[in-house]
């Protein structure tokens, strides 16, 4: 139980251009999902909370503008990196939580050429 | 708020040798906390939690973890050590109840297992 999947597990786009990447849990609803950003070498760095019918609470630092999160049902999160640069090229995370626990999806590598 | 500090950033060890991970954390409330690994390229997978109860932890692929309050510590270990043992290990703190269970991440410690 407590499966988190993520889609796609990896994307390649231009510069420019804007990508979505999904969060599901599959076997529970989740009124809680986070987002996470990983560099190479380097630990998780908690983006955004995500919760179900309302705004995305984002961390300091992170432009929300840029990082757009919905989070329309209790399986289903997802998040848009707008206007993508090659800076913006790295793994993206996302956990759901249930219990107390989060539940980790198997993460989006983004590489933005 | 909470913070991780993972001591070790790199552990090499032999096979069937044993292995200890050390982590320290700081809070001033009471917390929850985990170990997760994490193997190239995949997401993270659970190894261990400390919520209440019993310092001494046991999880999966026969790690265990002993909580100490004193010294703010979560040392996990291993007595006998697979080449399969071989990922990143990640020591995590969240507040109960607090936060919607808000996860803080130690840097992660990477452990190689050589034959």
């Known amino acids: 139980g407590a499966v988190v999947s993520q889609h796609p597990s990896w994307v390649i786009c231009k510069s420019g251009t804007s990508v979505k990447i999904e969060c599901r849990s599959l076997d529970f609803q989740a009124t809680t999902m986070f987002w996470y950003r990983q560099f190479p070498k380097q630990s998780l760095m908690l983006m955004a909370t995500s919760n179900e019918g309302s705004k995305a609470t984002y961390e300091q630092g992170v432009e929300k503008d840029k990082f757009l999160i919905n989070h329309a049902s209790l399986t289903l999160s997802t998040l848009t990196v707008t206007s993508a640069h090659p800076e913006d090229s790295s793994f993206y995370i996302c956990s759901a939580s249930q219990g107390g626990e989060q539940y980790f999806g198997p993460g989006t590598r983004l590489t933005v050429t | 708020a909470q913070s991780v500090t993972q001591l070790d950033s790199q552990v090499p060890v032999f096979e069937e040798a044993p292995v200890e991970l050390r982590c320290n954390y700081s809070s001033s409330v009471s917390v929850y906390l985990f170990w997760y690994v994490q193997y190239p390229n995949q997401g993270l997978q659970l190894l261990l939690k400390?919520?209440?109860?019993?310092?001494l932890v046991k999880g999966i692929n026969g790690f265990e973890a002993e909580f100490n309050k004193s010294q703010t510590s979560f040392h996990l270990r291993k007595p006998s050590v697979h080449i399969s043992d071989t990922a990143e290990y990640f020591c995590a703190v969240s507040g109960p109840r607090s936060n919607d269970y808000k996860l803080s991440f130690g840097a992660g410690t990477t452990v190689t297992v050589r034959a």
């Open positions: 400390y919520l209440s109860g019993s310092t």
